[in-house]
């Protein structure tokens, strides 16, 4: 004989499911650890990265939605620079702090760098 499910049964595993469906998904973490992080769009295009390179430097890119680099951070034994791009991919502004010195260049409206 065969026993089947009675109703109070399954509209029970109905409203769990639905009860389960309708939370949101949450979980947090202490601590992540990677060797590289991407962040990627919807279209599952880069847009963030983080990792370090061969030679030891951590590098931050911040891209925009043609995959061209709009801002770029690095950090290393010799020090930390920081690299605003323009439209053209061009250096606007580039911030650096070394060991051998710190200088600050910007690209102005005439196309002519200027160190500082």
Request: proline share 2%; hydrophobic share 40%.
């Amino acid at each position: 004989m065969k026993t089947q499910p009675s109703f109070l049964t399954f509209l029970a595993l109905i409203i769990l499911i639905i009860l389960v469906a309708s939370k949101p998904y949450q979980q947090t973490f202490d601590k992540i650890s990677v060797h590289e992080f991407e962040l990627l769009d919807k279209d599952g295009k880069q847009r963030v990265s983080i990792k370090v390179e061969d030679d030891g430097e951590v590098v931050f890119r911040l891209r925009d939605h043609t995959g061209a680099i709009r801002l770029k951070m690095g950090a290393s034994e010799d020090g930390s620079g920081l690299v605003l791009l323009d439209g053209n991919t061009d250096s606007g502004i580039q911030a650096l702090a070394k060991k051998s010195g710190t200088s600050l260049t910007v690209l102005g409206k005439d196309g002519k760098k200027k160190v500082y």
